[in-house]
């Protein structure tokens, strides 16, 4: 290899667009004791005579240029020699993607460079490539643009730095035209690449005797567009349907484990306890629900535009039994919302009303999760039946929240789900009540006296709903006498300087069905 030698290979298909830059070559300075050659090479494949031409050079130092190029700066060569000094930088571009949109294409990227910016970028845009380090060319690209892209990530995986200097003047201009993308070449990429560049995302899927609907939730997690997930399902079904249908799939991004001797609380708490520490997002997918294509994908570009926000839910919609939509929760949106986290917290718990969505609905930054896990206490008595507000309020204790106005998921409205049961209404009433205890006692949604009131009365006001439709049903078990209870309670609070303490929490299953499968 000749350390002092630099060769600027250019992939010429029109003898005029080469004849210009060849002159805009002729000014540049050779730094000292070093030569430079310039190699045109011609064929059909840009990246097929990148690769005869690296191949067949002794040259340290390459510069692949587009013929479309011309050189402003005529001493690009030795500030190029000054970030190679660097041997950890093994290529170098003069402007390109910090950080790779999830759809794979860095001229739309949310975070592009400038000409003040230095530092490491996830790709470049394959005008002006220079390495020092010889690594081939994927010549299986014939995209121009999704080729330069995946140069720089095979250097990333070969452990070096994708670079782009700062330029005090431009080191190139670039006769534009129209840039023409390959939409199987993008598919390429991202199936390839995905992991490399995008975060991984962990899908969690608790089932029980549905398979059903969970062959549905569970190919709609696999067909996302978004492609680094994972697949984490526990199973509890009292037959073998569902494992039957596991084996039918191979995929590696499945993981399944069958538990036939555990409870729903036993099937749930498993699930919880998954925490993959290569994860940064968490989504639970109910097995009777499903995403739509794009959710993930979507989601995840908002929270890496934006790391304050540490849940990200959507409009969603409402389909029956047998997957006709029936309506849209909560209501239409006309563009994306911002909302505080704080904020979106404290109207959690003055409307009783969980407008963010079930456990489906959004993603979740998982370092904002307690220790790993779902919930806002280790204390899972009084939470475990509203698992999704309670960990909407722990999640937004550390962030902010975003609805995105593009129905994204459908929630499964059927006879057999457990919020249909006569039993859980008034659990999930009860549970309302303790997510405001604990909520007070943190004083992190609800500051004020004032603040607890509003609250205070929301719950007393769901709480007596409650109760009132069971009177007209003449409809009584052990959970309506706890909720009696509750209410009692909540009520005191407004008398005795808002000190509110709730009975321990008890609930009950009717008919010998467990409430929370």
């Known amino acids: 290899m000749n350390e002092r030698k630099i060769e600027i290979i250019v992939h010429v298909t029109d003898e005029n667009f080469f004849t210009r830059l060849a002159a805009s070559l002729e000014s540049v300075r050779v730094p000292k004791y070093f030569s430079v050659e310039i190699q045109p090479v011609t064929g059909d494949e840009r990246f097929f005579a990148y690769e005869t031409a690296r191949s067949a050079s002794d040259a340290k130092y390459k510069i692949y240029i587009d013929e ?13 020699l000054k970030v190679f000094a660097d041997e950890r930088i093994g290529l170098v571009g003069t402007s390109g993607a910090i950080e790779l949109s999830t759809h794979g294409i860095s001229l739309t990227s949310f975070k592009r460079t400038d000409e003040n910016f230095s530092g490491e970028v996830d790709v470049v845009d394959g005008f002006f490539i220079a390495t020092q380090h010889d690594l081939p060319w994927r010549t299986d690209f014939a995209d121009n643009f999704f080729g330069a ?83 984490f399902i526990s199973d509890n079904s009292t037959d073998d349907a569902t494992e039957n249908l596991i084996r039918t799939y191979d995929d590696a991004r499945i993981k399944y484990f069958r538990h036939k001797n555990f409870n729903a609380s036993d099937n749930w708490n498993f699930a919880r306890s998954y925490n993959n520490p290569k994860a940064e997002f968490v989504n639970w997918l109910m097995d009777d629900d499903k995403f739509y294509p794009p959710k993930i994908e979507r989601m995840v570009e908002v929270m890496r535009r ?31 919302v911002f909302q505080p986290g704080e904020v979106a917290g404290r109207n959690l718990l003055f409307t009783c009303t969980n407008d963010i969505g079930e456990p489906t609905t959004a993603l979740i930054r998982k370092s904002c999760l307690r220790d790993g896990d779902l919930c806002r206490t280790a204390d899972e008595r009084g939470f475990y039946p509203l698992i999704d507000v309670s960990t909407w309020l722990q999640v937004l204790s550390c962030g902010n929240l975003i609805w995105l106005a593009e129905p994204l998921s459908a929630f499964r409205f059927h006879a057999g789900q457990a919020s249909n049961w006569e039993s859980v209404g008034s659990v999930f009433s009860v549970c309302w009540a303790y997510l405001l205890e604990v909520e007070w006692r943190n004083k992190f949604f609800l500051h004020t006296e004032d603040d607890f009131r509003k609250a205070l009365l929301k719950s007393i006001a769901s709480v007596t709903v409650r109760l009132l ?12 006498i706890e909720l009696e209870k509750v209410l009692s309670a909540l009520a005191a609070a407004l008398t005795n300087g808002y000190k509110l303490k709730l009975p321990p929490a008890k609930f009950f299953t009717r008919d010998d069905k467990k409430v929370f499968n």
């Open 68 to 80: 479309r190029a011309t050189v402003t700066d005529e001493n690009f060569l030795r500030e190029l």
């Open 149 to 231: 892209q995946a140069h720089c990530v095979e250097f990333k995986r070969a452990g070096y730095k994708v670079f782009v200097p700062r330029q005090n003047r431009p080191w190139i201009s670039v006769d534009g035209g129209d840039v023409q993308l390959d939409e199987a070449a993008r598919q390429k990429f991202l199936d390839e690449y995905s992991a490399d560049l995008f975060p991984l995302v962990s899908v969690i899927i608790p089932t029980f005797n549905r398979p059903k609907y969970f062959r549905e939730a569970l190919d709609s997690a696999l067909n996302q567009t978004y492609r680094n997930i994972e697949v």
């Open 306 to 336: 934006r790391p304050d926000v540490s849940l990200v839910t959507s409009v969603r919609h409402v389909i029956d039994a047998d997957g006709n939509i029936t309506d849209t929760m909560p209501g239409t949106l006309d563009k994306n």
């Open 469 to 480: 439709k069971a009177q007209e049903l003449n409809y009584r078990d052990e959970n309506i």
